[in-house]
């Protein structure tokens, strides 16, 4: 896909963004995030609907890709359809639970299952790939899969521009990864949804006019499951390894979050709290070396620093993507140093060895 074609789907999200900003004072009584909440850092109400923005810019990539391209794209949005409304619903009506948000993303992985006829099962370890040859299994293993990752990507989106970033890095990274592996249009597509990435980012980053809101990282983090899912299904020498290993940062996120919620007592492993890395990289790090800084670039200057914790991984799975070993190896050290940087901020030590 030409150059000017990248232009014209970051242009759009771009215009699309600055027209919800323009226009708040109309809908924000309905969309803006207001600055209560016990995991809130932004400093003014603020409209959580920069999904649509992104929305905007894959109907006009849509248009604007050829058909072979397309035919990876459509069943994507349209699987993408149940994530991206009930996330939208919440941002605007707030009344949205967490568990039907879930079971959303979950039936938009079932449905592009069903659409495409394809399903995880290649994950790279054989007792479980024997188990996943039965396909209702498989449809509900991806099913999972595309529904924690979305999640995940709902859980990083709490300073400007981390989300758009990481999306940005990770599907980047996939993207390299189906051009080495000689896959020109699912590579478009991973292209195309980041620039709608970087397209809102622009808005985003650094003083967070516009939030992704519950639609826009659902509908993002099903697209980024769903490419790191059909990626390594149409390319056998490489397997599952690879892609969760890009998509480590998110989902660690989430596991780290699940544990340390657990431990606490009175808390549900859905109980909203300040304690995930981006918020000690906020408080402890950007906010301690730039107190004169405003809020608003302090807020939007840590996010860089999650950026890297992303990007780590990325290098790593695009070094070692045929080596399944390396792979769960490095797996294993983004997990190690993900922990240590965790407990160095949390507990102002680097060894997370009690």
Same mark, same amino acid.
């Given at each position: 896909?030409? /150059?000017?074609?990248?232009?014209?789907?970051?242009?759009?999200?771009?215009?699309?963004?600055?027209?919800?900003?323009?226009?708040?004072?109309?809908?924000?009584?309905?969309?803006?995030?207001?600055?209560?909440?016990?995991?809130?850092?932004?400093?003014?109400?603020?409209?959580?609907?920069?999904?649509?923005?992104?929305?905007?810019?894959?109907?006009?990539?849509?248009?604007?890709?050829?058909?072979?391209?397309?035919?990876? %794209?459509?069943?994507?949005?349209?699987?993408?359809?149940?994530?991206?409304?009930?996330?939208?619903?919440?941002?605007?009506?707030?009344?949205?639970?967490?568990?039907?948000?879930?079971?959303?993303?979950?039936?938009?992985?079932? /449905?592009?299952?069903?659409?495409?006829?394809?399903?995880?099962?290649?994950?790279?370890?054989?007792?479980?790939?024997?188990? %996943?040859?039965?396909?209702?299994?498989?449809?509900?293993?991806?099913?999972?899969?595309? +529904?924690?990752?979305?999640?995940?990507?709902?859980?990083?989106?709490? /300073?400007?521009?981390?989300?758009?970033?990481?999306?940005?890095?990770?599907?980047?990274?996939?993207?390299?990864?189906?051009?080495?592996?000689?896959?020109?249009?699912?590579?478009?597509?991973?292209?195309?949804?980041?620039?709608?990435?970087? +397209?809102?980012?622009?808005?985003?980053?650094?003083?967070?006019?516009?939030?992704?809101?519950?639609?826009?990282?659902?509908?993002?983090?099903?697209?980024?499951?769903?490419?790191?899912?059909?990626?390594?299904?149409?390319?056998?020498?490489?397997?599952?390894?690879?892609?969760?290993?890009?998509?480590?940062?998110?989902?660690?996120?989430?596991?780290?979050?699940?544990?340390?919620?657990?431990?606490?007592? +009175?808390?549900?492993?859905?109980?909203?709290?300040?304690?995930?890395?981006?918020?000690?990289?906020?408080?402890?790090?950007?906010?301690?070396?730039?107190?004169?800084?405003?809020?608003?670039?302090?807020?939007?200057?840590?996010?860089?620093?999650?950026?890297?914790?992303?990007?780590?991984?990325?290098?790593?799975?695009?070094?070692?993507?045929?080596?399944?070993?390396?792979?769960?190896?490095?797996?294993?050290?983004?997990?190690?140093?993900?922990?240590?940087?965790?407990?160095?901020?949390?507990?102002?030590?680097?060894?997370?060895?009690?």
């Amino acid at each position: 896909m030409p /150059l000017s074609s990248y232009i014209v789907i970051f242009s759009v999200c771009v215009l699309s963004g600055v027209a919800i900003v323009s226009t708040q004072r109309w809908h924000g009584h309905l969309s803006a995030d207001s600055t209560f909440g016990v995991q809130k850092i932004h400093v003014q109400d603020t409209a959580r609907i920069g999904g649509i923005a992104i929305a905007m810019g894959l109907l006009v990539a849509w248009l604007l890709v050829g058909p072979d391209v397309r035919g990876i %794209l459509t069943p994507m949005l349209l699987a993408g359809i149940p994530a991206f409304v009930f996330g939208l619903a919440e941002d605007f009506t707030k009344v949205v639970g967490v568990l039907p948000r879930l079971l959303a993303t979950m039936a938009s992985g079932v /449905l592009a299952c069903l659409i495409t006829g394809v399903a995880m099962q290649n994950t790279g370890f054989p007792p479980l790939d024997w188990l %996943l040859q039965w396909w209702p299994l498989a449809v509900i293993f991806t099913a999972f899969a595309a +529904g924690g990752v979305a999640n995940a990507i709902n859980i990083i989106d709490g /300073l400007n521009g981390l989300a758009a970033g990481s999306l940005a890095i990770m599907l980047s990274a996939l993207g390299l990864m189906a051009l080495n592996l000689g896959d020109a249009p699912v590579a478009t597509v991973c292209f195309v949804v980041a620039t709608c990435a970087l +397209g809102f980012g622009a808005i985003n980053w650094p003083f967070g006019k516009l939030f992704l809101g519950d639609g826009g990282a659902y509908l993002m983090g099903f697209l980024l499951a769903w490419l790191a899912i059909l990626l390594p299904m149409r390319h056998t020498e490489i397997n599952a390894w690879a892609t969760i290993l890009i998509c480590a940062y998110p989902v660690l996120e989430v596991v780290f979050s699940v544990l340390r919620r657990l431990r606490r007592d +009175g808390h549900h492993p859905s109980s909203a709290d300040r304690m995930h890395l981006h918020h000690l990289f906020h408080r402890r790090v950007v906010c301690r070396r730039c107190p004169n800084m405003s809020a608003r670039l302090q807020n939007g200057f840590a996010s860089p620093l999650c950026w890297l914790m992303a990007a780590f991984p990325c290098v790593l799975a695009l070094v070692f993507m045929y080596n399944t070993w390396a792979l769960a190896i490095c797996l294993g050290l983004t997990v190690c140093l993900y922990a240590a940087v965790y407990t160095r901020l949390s507990q102002f030590r680097w060894s997370f060895w009690r």
